[in-house]
C-alpha cells in the first residue's frame, strides 16, 4: 500500500497563476482533508469530503476549491494563486463514519511558494 | 468550540532522559478520540500513540505512553529514553467519534540533545 500520496511536492508560482494539487489513497477511505500548516498555527482545514462526489467547507477555505470525482482522489485547486496561500499542504484521509473512529492518514505535504 | 492547547511551544532533553509534553483539551462530547503525532523534519507526520476516551488505561507504545486525565481534559504525552530521532515537532489531536472534525493543537517542538 502506498497509503497517501500527493503530487507535487514542491510548486513555486506567480502571484495570479493557478495550480491543482492531487491527492490519492488507497486504503478505501470514505473521508478525505486538505490541510495548510503555517508556522505557530499548527494544522488548518481547508476543505474536506466525506464520500465520493461530496465537498464541504473547512475552517480556511477562501481561494480554494476541490473536487472528489473518484473516491480514491482529492483536488485541491488555487485559481488565483496569492502570496498569503505560501504554505505546506497536507492531504488525509480516515476510514469516517462510526466505525471511523480512528487516526488520519497523511500524505508526505506539498511545500508551495507564491512570489 | 472544541479546542486543543499545546502550551509548550519548544522543549528540550537530553538523550536518554525523559520528557513530557502537556495537551489540555476542551470538549462537550463523551465520545472522542486523542492522538499525538510527529512530524519529523521530512514533514511526514506520523502517528505516535492514540486514546480511546472511554478507556481509563493509558496508552502505551513502547517508550512513549500517555498520562490521560478525562475529567481534567488533559493528555500529555511522556518520552523514556529519549532518542535523537525524537527530534520533531509533536502535535496533540482530538477526533468528535462518528465526525469528520479532528481538532489539532499547535504543536511543541521538541529537540533532543547528543
Known amino acids: 500500500n502506498a497509503g497517501v500520496t500527493q503530487t507535487p511536492k514542491f510548486r513555486v508560482l506567480k502571484t495570479g497563476q493557478s495550480m491543482t494539487l492531487l491527492c490519492a489513497q488507497d486504503m478505501n477511505h470514505e473521508y478525505m482533508y486538505w490541510y495548510r500548516q503555517d508556522p505557530g498555527m499548527g494544522l488548518r482545514l481547508i476543505h474536506y469530503?466525506?464520500?465520493?462526489?461530496?465537498?464541504a467547507k473547512g475552517e480556511v477555505p477562501d481561494g480554494y476549491n476541490v473536487s472528489r470525482l473518484k473516491k480514491q482522489n482529492f483536488l485541491l485547486g488555487l485559481e488565483s494563486a496569492a502570496p498569503s496561500q505560501t504554505s505546506v499542504y497536507f492531504c488525509?484521509?480516515?476510514?469516517?463514519?462510526?466505525?471511523?473512529?480512528?487516526?488520519?492518514?497523511f500524505g508526505p505535504g506539498t511545500r508551495l511558494t507564491v512570489t | 468550540a472544541q479546542t486543543v492547547t499545546q502550551s509548550q511551544p519548544e522543549m528540550s532533553v537530553q538523550e536518554a532522559e525523559t520528557v513530557t509534553l502537556s495537551c489540555t483539551y476542551d470538549t462537550s462530547e463523551n465520545n472522542y478520540y486523542l492522538f499525538w503525532y510527529k512530524q519529523p523534519p521530512s514533514r511526514q507526520m506520523i502517528l505516535v500513540i492514540r486514546?480511546?476516551?472511554?478507556?481509563?488505561q493509558n496508552a502505551t507504545e513502547n517508550r512513549f505512553s500517555v498520562n490521560f486525565q478525562k475529567a481534567a481534559k488533559s493528555f500529555s504525552l511522556k518520552i523514556s529514553d529519549s532518542q535523537l530521532g525524537d527530534t520533531a515537532m509533536y502535535f496533540c489531536?482530538?477526533?468528535?467519534?462518528?465526525?469528520?472534525?479532528?481538532?489539532f493543537g499547535t504543536g511543541t517542538r521538541l529537540k533532543v540533545l547528543a
Open positions: 486514546q480511546e476516551a472511554y478507556k481509563q
Open positions: 489531536a482530538a477526533h468528535l467519534s462518528g465526525t469528520y472534525k479532528y481538532i
Open positions: 488525509a484521509s480516515s476510514l469516517g463514519g462510526v466505525a471511523g473512529a480512528g487516526e488520519q492518514y
Open positions: 469530503s466525506v464520500g465520493e462526489g461530496t465537498t
